[in-house]
């Protein structure tokens, strides 16, 4: 608790944070931000062409023919 003198106004205020927790806060922030950018810039596909892409296209296309047919049908009828 901080006490001032009669007339001089209220005390100074008291920092919400310490320095070397803003410090702490802005390099996790700086941290996030990189991450981010890196992510953003990351448009590697390679992915697509893997074994594991291939079995998983098969396995759900018979799925996705059968949700886009069924879209179809409920659209000329309205």
Known sequence: ???????????GREPVMTEEERKQLML???????????????DDDN???SEWADVMQE???PLIDYLSS???S???TR
């Open 70 to 72: 069924g879209l179809d």
């Open 28 to 42: 996790h922030a700086y941290r996030k931000q990189e991450e981010l950018k890196k992510l953003e810039a990351d």
């Open 47 to 49: 992915y697509l062409n």
């Open 1 to 11: 608790m901080k006490l001032s003198k009669r007339g001089q106004g209220p005390p």
């Open 59 to 61: 396995q759900l296309s």
């Open 74 to 76: 409920k659209r000329k």
